[in-house]
Protein backbone atom coordinates (compact mmCIF):
# COMPACT_ATOMS: atom_id res chain seq x y z
CA UNK A 1 0.00 0.00 0.00
CA UNK A 2 3.06 2.43 0.74
CA UNK A 3 5.49 4.03 -1.30
CA UNK A 4 8.22 1.23 -0.07
CA UNK A 5 5.86 -1.99 -1.80
CA UNK A 6 5.26 -0.21 -4.66
CA UNK A 7 8.35 2.89 -5.55
CA UNK A 8 5.83 3.76 -8.70
CA UNK A 9 3.09 5.02 -5.83
CA UNK A 10 5.21 7.09 -3.79
CA UNK A 11 4.12 9.96 -6.12
CA UNK A 12 0.36 9.00 -4.95
CA UNK A 13 0.35 7.32 -1.41
CA UNK A 14 3.98 8.49 0.45
CA UNK A 15 4.65 6.34 3.55
CA UNK A 16 3.66 7.70 6.70
CA UNK A 17 7.50 8.26 7.99
CA UNK A 18 8.32 10.35 4.33
CA UNK A 19 4.61 12.74 5.94
CA UNK A 20 7.16 12.62 9.48
CA UNK A 21 10.11 13.92 7.67
CA UNK A 22 8.17 16.62 6.47
CA UNK A 23 7.01 17.63 9.89
CA UNK A 24 10.19 18.10 10.85
CA UNK A 25 11.27 19.21 8.19
CA UNK A 26 8.67 21.96 7.52
CA UNK A 27 8.62 22.88 11.38
CA UNK A 28 12.69 23.71 11.46
CA UNK A 29 13.49 24.58 7.97
CA UNK A 30 10.02 25.63 6.66
CA UNK A 31 8.24 25.42 3.72
CA UNK A 32 8.10 28.22 0.97
CA UNK A 33 10.37 30.45 3.24
CA UNK A 34 7.55 30.20 6.20
CA UNK A 35 7.49 27.35 9.60
CA UNK A 36 4.87 25.29 9.90
CA UNK A 37 3.82 26.75 12.90
CA UNK A 38 3.89 30.15 10.99
CA UNK A 39 1.58 28.67 7.92
CA UNK A 40 -0.75 27.71 10.84
CA UNK A 41 -0.57 31.17 12.22
CA UNK A 42 -1.46 32.79 9.28
CA UNK A 43 -4.24 30.62 8.79
CA UNK A 44 -5.86 30.61 12.21
CA UNK A 45 -5.67 34.43 12.40
CA UNK A 46 -7.45 34.66 9.21
CA UNK A 47 -9.96 32.60 10.62
CA UNK A 48 -10.43 34.27 13.87
CA UNK A 49 -10.87 37.33 12.27
CA UNK A 50 -13.39 36.35 9.51
CA UNK A 51 -15.15 34.12 12.67
CA UNK A 52 -15.36 37.30 14.92
CA UNK A 53 -17.07 39.48 12.51
CA UNK A 54 -19.39 37.09 10.93
CA UNK A 55 -20.41 36.05 14.83
CA UNK A 56 -20.75 39.68 15.85
CA UNK A 57 -22.47 40.62 12.73
CA UNK A 58 -24.45 37.31 12.27
CA UNK A 59 -26.13 37.62 15.91
CA UNK A 60 -27.29 41.34 15.34
CA UNK A 61 -28.62 40.41 12.23
CA UNK A 62 -29.99 37.17 13.31
CA UNK A 63 -31.81 39.45 16.24
CA UNK A 64 -33.05 41.79 14.22
CA UNK A 65 -34.89 39.18 11.91
CA UNK A 66 -36.40 37.77 14.73
CA UNK A 67 -37.53 40.32 16.35
CA UNK A 68 -38.28 42.41 12.87
CA UNK A 69 -41.05 40.36 11.03
CA UNK A 70 -40.31 42.79 7.86
CA UNK A 71 -36.57 42.03 8.15
CA UNK A 72 -37.66 38.49 8.43
CA UNK A 73 -39.37 38.72 5.07
CA UNK A 74 -36.99 40.71 3.14
CA UNK A 75 -33.70 39.16 4.44
CA UNK A 76 -34.71 35.71 4.96
CA UNK A 77 -34.71 34.52 1.56
CA UNK A 78 -31.16 36.41 0.99
CA UNK A 79 -29.40 35.11 3.84
CA UNK A 80 -30.43 31.75 2.91
CA UNK A 81 -29.24 32.22 -0.48
CA UNK A 82 -25.80 33.12 0.52
CA UNK A 83 -25.27 30.66 2.64
CA UNK A 84 -25.77 28.01 -0.13
CA UNK A 85 -22.71 29.06 -2.09
CA UNK A 86 -19.55 27.51 -2.14
CA UNK A 87 -16.42 29.50 -1.25
CA UNK A 88 -15.08 29.34 -4.58
CA UNK A 89 -18.53 30.72 -6.17
CA UNK A 90 -17.68 34.53 -4.56
CA UNK A 91 -13.84 34.41 -4.06
CA UNK A 92 -12.48 35.83 -7.39
CA UNK A 93 -15.35 38.28 -7.41
CA UNK A 94 -14.09 39.30 -3.56
CA UNK A 95 -10.25 39.60 -5.45
CA UNK A 96 -11.73 41.37 -8.14
CA UNK A 97 -13.16 43.72 -4.83
CA UNK A 98 -10.16 44.03 -2.22
CA UNK A 99 -6.98 42.96 -4.15
CA UNK A 100 -5.14 39.74 -3.36
CA UNK A 101 -3.94 40.32 0.26
CA UNK A 102 -5.70 39.71 3.26
CA UNK A 103 -8.76 41.28 2.75
CA UNK A 104 -10.69 38.55 0.07
CA UNK A 105 -9.71 35.92 2.78
CA UNK A 106 -10.81 37.65 5.85
CA UNK A 107 -14.30 38.58 3.95
CA UNK A 108 -14.50 35.02 2.06
CA UNK A 109 -14.83 33.45 5.97
CA UNK A 110 -17.05 36.25 7.34
CA UNK A 111 -19.34 35.93 4.45
CA UNK A 112 -18.73 31.47 5.35
CA UNK A 113 -19.88 32.48 8.97
CA UNK A 114 -22.20 34.85 8.79
CA UNK A 115 -24.97 33.56 7.81
CA UNK A 116 -25.04 30.22 9.77
CA UNK A 117 -24.42 32.59 13.18
CA UNK A 118 -27.54 34.49 11.68
CA UNK A 119 -30.00 31.79 11.02
CA UNK A 120 -29.36 30.04 14.82
CA UNK A 121 -29.55 33.29 16.18
CA UNK A 122 -33.14 34.34 14.55
CA UNK A 123 -34.21 30.59 14.77
CA UNK A 124 -33.14 30.55 19.01
CA UNK A 125 -34.33 34.22 19.62
CA UNK A 126 -37.87 33.43 17.94
CA UNK A 127 -37.92 29.80 20.09
CA UNK A 128 -37.58 32.01 23.66
CA UNK A 129 -40.74 31.43 25.41
CA UNK A 130 -42.74 34.50 25.48
CA UNK A 131 -43.36 33.73 29.19
CA UNK A 132 -39.61 35.03 29.71
CA UNK A 133 -40.15 38.11 28.02
CA UNK A 134 -43.72 38.79 29.85
CA UNK A 135 -41.97 37.94 33.11
CA UNK A 136 -39.01 40.39 32.47
CA UNK A 137 -41.58 43.61 31.38
CA UNK A 138 -43.43 42.77 34.84
CA UNK A 139 -40.72 43.09 36.65
CA UNK A 140 -39.68 46.31 35.99
CA UNK A 141 -37.64 45.90 32.54
CA UNK A 142 -37.35 48.91 29.88
CA UNK A 143 -38.85 47.40 26.48
CA UNK A 144 -35.24 48.18 24.69
CA UNK A 145 -33.40 46.04 27.61
CA UNK A 146 -35.17 42.58 26.56
CA UNK A 147 -33.41 41.42 23.72
CA UNK A 148 -29.98 41.85 25.48
CA UNK A 149 -31.12 41.08 29.18
CA UNK A 150 -33.83 38.46 28.34
CA UNK A 151 -34.00 36.93 25.01
CA UNK A 152 -30.17 36.80 23.81
CA UNK A 153 -29.08 34.77 27.36
CA UNK A 154 -32.12 32.35 26.84
CA UNK A 155 -30.79 32.05 23.22
CA UNK A 156 -27.28 31.67 24.17
CA UNK A 157 -27.12 27.52 23.70
CA UNK A 158 -28.38 27.66 20.38
CA UNK A 159 -26.68 30.92 19.51
CA UNK A 160 -22.92 29.03 20.58
CA UNK A 161 -24.14 26.14 18.47
CA UNK A 162 -24.56 28.02 15.50
CA UNK A 163 -21.07 29.93 16.26
CA UNK A 164 -19.87 25.82 16.47
CA UNK A 165 -21.16 25.07 13.11
CA UNK A 166 -19.60 28.60 11.60
CA UNK A 167 -16.14 28.07 12.93
CA UNK A 168 -16.24 24.63 11.10
CA UNK A 169 -17.25 26.28 8.13
CA UNK A 170 -14.87 28.68 8.18
CA UNK A 171 -12.00 26.19 8.68
CA UNK A 172 -13.29 24.54 5.43
CA UNK A 173 -13.19 27.21 3.67
CA UNK A 174 -9.69 28.18 4.81
CA UNK A 175 -7.98 26.49 2.06
CA UNK A 176 -10.45 28.10 -0.20
CA UNK A 177 -9.90 30.98 0.98
CA UNK A 178 -5.89 30.81 0.45
CA UNK A 179 -5.80 29.61 -3.10
CA UNK A 180 -4.87 33.25 -3.93
CA UNK A 181 -1.59 34.26 -2.59
CA UNK A 182 -2.09 32.41 0.50
CA UNK A 183 1.22 31.86 2.07
CA UNK A 184 1.89 32.11 5.02
CA UNK A 185 -0.69 29.73 5.41
CA UNK A 186 -1.59 26.04 5.50
CA UNK A 187 -4.21 25.91 2.86
CA UNK A 188 -1.81 28.28 0.90
CA UNK A 189 1.26 25.48 1.82
CA UNK A 190 -1.47 22.81 0.40
CA UNK A 191 -2.10 24.41 -2.68
CA UNK A 192 1.53 24.81 -3.33
CA UNK A 193 2.62 21.62 -2.51
CA UNK A 194 0.19 19.87 -4.96
CA UNK A 195 1.05 22.34 -7.67
CA UNK A 196 4.82 20.30 -7.19
CA UNK A 197 3.20 17.03 -6.97
CA UNK A 198 4.33 16.66 -2.97
CA UNK A 199 2.02 14.41 -1.93
CA UNK A 200 3.93 13.85 1.34
CA UNK A 201 3.19 17.86 2.10
CA UNK A 202 -0.73 17.61 0.91
CA UNK A 203 -0.97 14.97 3.42
CA UNK A 204 0.88 16.91 6.04
CA UNK A 205 -1.14 19.88 5.62
CA UNK A 206 -4.38 17.79 5.34
CA UNK A 207 -3.49 16.36 8.84
CA UNK A 208 -2.52 19.75 10.65
CA UNK A 209 -6.26 21.38 9.05
CA UNK A 210 -7.87 18.03 10.84
CA UNK A 211 -5.68 18.39 14.10
CA UNK A 212 -5.92 21.98 14.91
CA UNK A 213 -9.70 21.85 14.01
CA UNK A 214 -10.23 19.24 16.57
CA UNK A 215 -8.63 21.79 18.98
CA UNK A 216 -10.55 24.66 18.02
CA UNK A 217 -13.90 22.42 17.89
CA UNK A 218 -12.55 21.79 21.52
CA UNK A 219 -12.38 24.96 22.45
CA UNK A 220 -15.64 25.83 21.44
CA UNK A 221 -17.46 23.08 23.25
CA UNK A 222 -15.75 24.04 26.61
CA UNK A 223 -17.13 27.73 26.23
CA UNK A 224 -20.29 26.23 25.26
CA UNK A 225 -20.24 24.88 28.88
CA UNK A 226 -18.91 27.74 30.64
CA UNK A 227 -20.86 30.36 29.14
CA UNK A 228 -24.60 27.98 29.45
CA UNK A 229 -23.65 25.10 32.04
CA UNK A 230 -27.48 24.73 32.68
CA UNK A 231 -28.31 23.65 28.58
CA UNK A 232 -29.52 19.91 28.39
CA UNK A 233 -29.65 20.47 32.70
CA UNK A 234 -33.42 21.69 32.35
Known amino acids: MFADARPDLALFVPHPREVWHQLVVTSTRGYSGYLLLEHLGASLRRIGLGCLFGTVG????????????VLRAALGPFITFVRTLPPLAYLYLLVIWFGINEEPKVWLLLIAALPIVAIATADAVAGVPDDYVNAARSLGT???????????PAALPEILTGVRLAVGVAYTSVVAAETIN???GIGGMVRDAQRY????VVILGILVIGASGLLIDGFIQLAQRRLAPWRGRI
Open 197 to 200: NNTS
Open 182 to 184: GVP
Open 58 to 69: GVLLGLAIALVP
Open 142 to 152: RRLAVPWRVVL
